[in-house]
């Protein structure tokens, strides 16, 4: 199994350690525009291999596709993260460029490929691999709704002063501060609704908090995250190159499912060597389906920004 990252980076980097850790991919391809950049964080990354016992093979690269030949899969980390009061949607004006030329590059060495998208805004920029490549939909997933539903069962884990481990939950919808939807309906303690343990209210904050989790870190670090989106990223890798089958909330082209068409948006899924398997549709109640549709309307916007 050969896994490509491209961006070097705060995500790339973190992506590209967990994926090492785990150590289910034979190689590891770490590539970024900035000279060097590439280069030394694939060695810095390898001299902890002895440390932390995995035999994946991390290298850099700067800019050289024919080094990506062949990769079973890639994740596109490559472009700017937002600063403190920015959101992800003004983010497009530099990334859609970006991803646009990173993901031809990536099809031209591995036609096979399974990308994954990163880079925000992230449901735009995996509607924009589809424009740009002729993968299949199932080999083109955007990576969101791993990371907020982890961020949502942190928030809970915390009003309920329980163990994370005890915590099940999913958020669904667009990646953003305003589109994302905490399932709060469905989120359980040991199979009991968190409904039992929580106030109505004390739900809706837990539900907020989880929104501006990303806009919460990118205050306090002056960037945005790493350590959970690596850590996310790592997840739907391993899902993929082991055939897991496990369900994760991916942004994944639409045709009909949950009544929209047209957009690439976070829904549930079965990721499996395939890619995208299966879209899980789940019942959802009035107000949920609302908050998607609502959801849907903010990232067909971001969408139109797109010069196609
Ligand atoms: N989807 C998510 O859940 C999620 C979570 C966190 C961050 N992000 C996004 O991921 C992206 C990366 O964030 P980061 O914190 O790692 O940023 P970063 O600035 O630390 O890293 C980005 C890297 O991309 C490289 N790069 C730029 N243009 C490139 C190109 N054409 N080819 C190859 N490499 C190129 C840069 O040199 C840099 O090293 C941002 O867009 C951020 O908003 C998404």
């Known amino acids: ?17 967990y994926i090492a850790i785990k150590d289910f991919a034979a190689e590891v391809v770490l ?21 932390n016992g995995f035999d994946t093979k991390i290298t850099g690269v700067t800019g050289d596709y024919a080094k990506t030949a062949d990769s ?27 991803v646009k030329e990173v993901s031809s590059k990536l099809v031209e060495q591995s036609p096979n ?17 589809h424009q740009t490549t002729d993968l299949p939909k199932n ?34 919808g667009g990646h953003s501060d305003t589109g994302m939807v905490p399932l709060t309906s469905h989120a359980t303690r040991n199979s009991i609704k968190v409904s039992e343990f929580l106030s109505e209210e004390r ?22 995250a790493w350590y959970a989106p690596g850590a996310a990223v790592s997840g739907l890798v391993q899902a993929i190159a082991c055939d897991q089958k496990k369900m994760f909330p991916c ?3 639409l045709e009909g499912e949950y009544d929209l068409d047209d957009i690439c948006i976070g ?25 998607m549709q609502e959801s849907a309307e903010g990232v067909k916007k971001t969408n139109g920004l797109l010069q196609l």
């Open 1 to 17: 199994m050969k896994v490509t990252v491209v961006g070097a980076g705060a995500v790339g980097a973190s992506c590209a350690e």
């Open 31 to 51: 590539l970024d525009i900035k000279e060097g950049y590439a280069e030394g964080k694939a060695m810095d990354l390898m001299q902890t291999a002895s440390l």
């Open 72 to 98: 079973d899969i890639a994740v596109i980390t490559s472009g700017i993260p937002r600063k403190p009061g920015m959101t992800r949607e003004e983010l497009i004006g530099i990334n859609a460029g970006i």
């Open 113 to 129: 490929i399974i990308i994954i998208v990163v880079s925000n805004p992230m449901d735009t920029m995996t509607y924009l691999v």
């Open 139 to 172: 080999r083109i997933i955007g990576m969101g709704g791993a990371l907020d539903s982890a961020r949502f069962k942190y928030r809970l884990a915390e009003a309920m002063e329980a163990p994370i481990s005890d915590i099940d939950g999913m958020v669904i």
């Open 203 to 224: 739900l809706q904050q837990v539900a907020e908090d989880t929104k501006v989790g990303g806009a919460t870190l990118t205050k306090l670090l002056g960037t945005s």
């Open 251 to 253: 942004s994944t082209l």
């Open 267 to 291: 829904v549930p899924v079965i990721l499996g060597r395939d890619g995208i398997e299966k879209i899980v549709d789940i019942p959802l109640s009035d107000a949920e389906k609302d908050k």
